[in-house]
């Protein structure tokens, strides 16, 4: 079971970045599935997440309207769509999915880190 993800790199202000998490050993289609970042210096924070039950997205009041969550069922893997990158953007980024009789997250991707700096 693991969660792999990518697409992480160095951009400038008001540029775009697409991560990817794909899975294996399990299929995400009955999972919730989420990413979280970390800054340094920092505690880990939910930017964004969706529900199995009725496929509603969710999103973190610092990144509503820049970010994207989506998934790609066929091919076992979820995506982070960000647009118009801040500084403040800058972490390194987590993607996760919870079991559908899980409480919590249980499947955690090892990382991608994201800097956003001219």
């Known amino acids: 079971v693991q969660l792999q993800a990518s697409g992480g790199g160095l951009v400038h202000p008001g540029g775009s970045l697409r991560l990817s998490c794909a899975a294996s050993?399990?299929?995400?289609?009955?999972?919730?599935i989420a990413w979280f970042r970390q800054a340094p210096g920092k505690e880990r924070e939910g930017v964004s997440c969706?529900?199995?039950?009725?496929?509603?997205?969710y999103y973190a009041d610092s990144v509503k309207g820049r970010v994207i969550i989506s998934r790609d069922n066929a091919k076992n893997t979820i995506y982070l769509d960000m647009n118009s990158l801040k500084p403040e953007d800058t972490a390194v980024y987590y993607c996760?999915?919870?079991?559908?009789?899980?409480?919590?997250?249980?499947?955690w991707g090892q990382g991608t880190q994201v800097t956003v700096s001219s």
């Open positions: 969706i529900t199995t039950s009725d496929g509603k997205t």
């Open positions: 996760a999915a919870r079991p559908p009789s899980g409480s919590s997250y249980s499947y």
């Open positions: 050993g399990f299929t995400l289609d009955d999972h919730a």
